[in-house]
């Protein structure tokens, strides 16, 4: 036979047995994956992860001897877990509890979720239950802002009654003592001028009302216009010059001037009016209160200081709230409704902006309002475009 012939048989018979070979190695393969024998998943297992994600609440999964076995993200975010260990007195009572008598316990645990002075508080609804092979189930919610809101709104209650009941009561008194006193042209002049004062604190009070009302509808302005930061300024500053002058406290402004932005004039210069008024309400007499205006990345920054008695860092958060005030004695003598900030923060932010503060205890405080800056050029040039190519009518 050819040795030709030979090699080619060879070859050939060489590829038929690699192919076997290979056919055979993945049998094997097969039969061993089908041969192995996996620890079959317990109940727990099986029904503990679609459980635990549908819950509303974040969880802990506590073993016997005190590891925590699972726990959702939030648990290592808030700092009560770490390396597997509960790390938070308040919820190791809670898991020893359980363990100890087999029952459902329940707290609301306040805590700061780090040691920073300005953390705010979280408050914390708090369950604890057994599970089976000596297990504890923790489960938890922050309803820090629920919370808040609840007690807003009940103070939102009580403070508007009794905002409304002191003018009102005012009212009522001082129009029985002016008839009483009709033979008496002096007392009817100064009773009647305390009249009108309380008249115009009702009437201030439930303005307020109805535009913060407004502002909350989330579309507090239908168009937008090009509006003069040194015309919204000076309006303001012009609406409490009389208060001011009551109160001996200096108006200073200041900084870059020419600046524009889009918006409502009206309701933007209603905001920076109640930043001056608070901060000359809270300024020590023969004080100071300065406005500075600039622009910065594209923003407009309008900054309110006073030289009052600041906030605390626990207060900074609420002030912004309706009716909120951190010293009840200190705000019954300067007056006010408790609205101002609340209508500033809406405004400021129907108008793409955010509102920043500074405050220091004994060292007043900086309220500044941070708007989207408009080129006035450009605006000026849509503005006329707009206008010219407006359809002719024909009459």
């Given at each position: 036979m050819p040795n030709g012939v030979i090699l080619l048989l060879a070859a050939g018979l060489g590829l038929l047995v690699g192919a076997w070979a290979t056919a055979a190695f993945f049998n094997y393969e097969r039969k061993r994956e089908?041969?192995?024998?996996?620890?079959?998943?317990t109940d727990d297992q099986v029904t503990a992860?679609?459980?635990?994600?549908?819950l509303?609440?974040?969880?802990?999964?506590i073993e016997k001897s005190?590891?925590?076995?699972?726990?959702?993200?939030?648990?290592?975010?808030?700092?009560?877990?770490?390396?597997?260990?509960?790390?938070?007195?308040?919820?190791?009572?809670?898991?020893?509890?359980?363990h100890s008598d087999g029952l459902i316990h329940g707290q609301e645990i306040r805590m700061k979720r780090s040691t920073l002075t300005e953390d705010v508080e979280s408050r914390l609804i708090v369950r604890s239950a057994p599970m089976n092979g000596g297990r504890v189930l923790v489960l938890f919610e922050d309803s820090t802002t629920r919370l808040r809101l609840e007690e807003a709104r009940r103070d939102f209650t009580a403070n508007v009654s009794h905002e409304l009941k002191s003018p009102i009561g005012s009212i009522s008194l001082l129009s029985e003592t002016i008839a009483d006193s009709a033979d008496d042209p002096d007392a009817v002049r100064h009773f009647s001028s305390q009249l009108m004062t309380e008249s115009r604190r009702l009437g201030v009070l439930v303005q307020e009302l109805i535009q913060l009302s407004r502002l909350q509808?989330?579309?507090?302005?239908?168009?937008?216009?090009?509006?003069?930061?040194?015309?919204?300024?000076?309006?303001a500053m012009d609406r409490v010059s009389v208060e001011a002058d009551t109160r001996d406290v200096t108006l200073v402004t200041g900084g870059t001037q020419g600046l524009y932005v889009y918006g409502d004039q009206a309701m933007l210069t209603t905001a920076v009016r109640n930043l001056i008024d608070n901060a000359v309400r809270y300024s020590h007499?023969?004080?100071?209160?300065?406005?500075?205006?600039?622009?910065?990345?594209?923003?407009?920054s309008i900054a309110v200081v006073d030289q009052?008695?600041?906030?605390?860092p626990d207060q900074k958060d609420r002030v912004f709230e309706r009716f909120y005030r951190g010293d009840k004695a200190r705000s019954r003598e300067t007056g006010g409704s408790g609205l101002g900030l609340s209508i500033v923060k809406h405004v400021v932010a129907d108008h793409g902006g955010r509102m920043s503060l500074w405050s220091t205890p004994g060292q007043g405080s900086t309220f500044t309002i941070l708007l989207p800056e408009a080129n006035r050029p450009q605006a000026e040039a849509l503005e006329q475009e707009a206008v010219t190519e407006e359809p002719e009518t024909n009459e």
């Open positions: 089908r041969d192995v024998v996996l620890p079959p998943l992860s679609p459980i635990l994600d549908s509303p609440q974040d969880y802990i999964i005190g590891k925590v076995s699972r726990a959702s993200t939030r648990a290592y975010s808030y700092g009560i877990v770490n390396d597997d260990e509960v790390i938070r007195a308040e919820f190791t009572r809670l898991i020893n509890a359980a509808e989330g579309d507090a302005f239908r168009t937008s216009e090009l509006v003069s930061i040194d015309d919204v300024v000076a309006e007499l023969h004080g100071r209160v300065s406005m500075g205006i600039s622009t910065h990345d594209g923003l407009v009052g008695e600041g906030i605390a």
